[in-house]
């Protein structure tokens, strides 16, 4: 059974930085991709970021951009995304997904994380 578990998550200042932590387990994910989503009350669910597991090729939301970075640990089966200066408007429940290619749209996801909560105050 395929399992995504995030952690990490916490309310922080606007400035501040957070790392998010997905650890994976039930399958193998080296020729997977692993993504971050994040979704706010009343929005979306927002693409924020993507890794491919094994060649580490990574793709961004223009709105994270330069403030954050996502990244494996193989041995430890773990995505993390790091996230510096966070801002209000970053507020939202992240969740970590595995999908067989890497993409931007959420319905390429097949594996889901359940969330973790992250509140940026102002």
């Known amino acids: 059974q395929v399992q995504l578990v995030e952690s990490g998550g916490g309310l922080v200042q606007a400035g501040a930085s957070l790392r998010l932590s997905c650890a994976a387990s039930?399958?193998?994910?080296?020729?997977?991709?692993m993504g971050w989503f994040r979704q706010a009350p009343g929005k979306e669910r927002e693409f924020v970021a993507a890794?491919?597991?094994?060649?580490?090729?990574?793709v961004y939301a223009d709105s994270v951009k330069g403030r954050f970075t996502i990244s494996v640990d193989i041995d430890k089966n773990t995505v993390y995304l790091q996230m510096n200066r966070l801002k209000p408007e970053d507020t939202a429940v992240y969740y970590c997904a595995g999908a067989p290619r890497l993409a931007r749209g959420w319905s390429e996801y097949t594996y889901w994380g359940q969330g973790t909560q992250v509140t940026v105050s102002s």
């Open positions: 039930g399958r193998t994910f080296s020729s997977y991709a």
């Open positions: 890794i491919r597991w094994s060649a580490g090729i990574t």
